[in-house]
């Protein structure tokens, strides 16, 4: 994809569709596919359907990193000054708890707008460019995150943690803490490089 492309894109301007009729997206909230018919017939007061997905991909984005920032940043330094194991576990298991539902649909919320984006603006091409390397960043993240969300934790970790926080308390938290550094680590490199890369700043273009 070539530069004039690129900026185009993050305007926000369709690649190669019709725009007289585009497609709908078949999974995508039914709010989206009326701005869209209204938009079509020259509202032009109405928000366009791929800046309202956007908003909405960058609010499910704020919930969901903003709890992980709040959880390993501010919660596990908090219960790991507790002074009884037991405690310690319960605590931060019902807060987790309620932390991973919410969790789980900001991410279900973040991919959907995502991928809704890139239908509608056709950004399939970037894949192909070490440019958008933020672009494979919030795949990843959102993958990982999918994973433990969906997979991982409900199948096997939730026990697992239950199992070491017994043997040995200060270094399950302490293991915990560390993944936590690390998917919030990963998740605001992506964020910064998503930001600036779909603002002009483009690293290896
Ligand atoms: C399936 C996963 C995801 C897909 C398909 C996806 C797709 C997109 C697309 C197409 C854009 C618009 C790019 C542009 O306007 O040029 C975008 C923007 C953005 N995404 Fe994602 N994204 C995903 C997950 C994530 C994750 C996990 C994060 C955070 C870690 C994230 C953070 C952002 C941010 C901060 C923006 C910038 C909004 C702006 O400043 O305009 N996304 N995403």
Redesign the pocket.
């Known amino acids: 994809m070539d530069r004039e492309t690129t900026r185009s894109?993050?305007r926000g301007q369709p690649q190669d569709r019709d725009q007289s009729n585009p497609p709908l997206f078949c999974g995508f909230p039914l709010c989206l596919s009326i701005v869209k018919k209204r938009s079509r017939e020259g509202s032009s007061n109405l928000i366009d359907d791929v800046t309202l997905a956007?908003a909405i991909?960058?609010i499910a984005?704020v919930f969901w990193?903003g709890g992980v920032a709040m959880v390993t940043t501010v919660l596990l330094p908090a219960v790991r000054r507790f002074k009884s194991p037991n405690e310690r576990v319960a605590f931060f298991e019902s807060v987790e708890q309620r932390f991973a539902r919410q969790a789980r649909l900001s991410t279900l919320i973040?991919?959907l707008s995502?991928?809704y984006?890139?239908y509608r603006?056709d950004?399939w091409g970037r894949f192909g460019s070490v440019s958008f390397w933020w672009?494979h960043g919030?795949?990843c993240?959102?993958l990982l995150f999918t994973l433990l969300l969906f997979v991982l934790e409900p199948l096997f970790l939730h026990r697992w943690f239950h199992t070491r926080a017994d043997v040995a308390p200060d270094a399950a938290f302490r293991l915990i803490q560390g993944l936590h550094w690390l998917l919030l680590g990963l998740?605001i490199i992506?964020?910064f490089g998503?930001?600036a890369?779909?603002?002009g700043f483009l690293l290896f273009g």
Do not use: D, K, N, P
């Open positions: 894109c993050m956007r991909h960058v984005v990193i973040a991919g995502g991928f984006i890139m603006l950004l672009l919030m795949v993240v959102w998740s992506t964020i998503a930001v890369g779909s603002h």
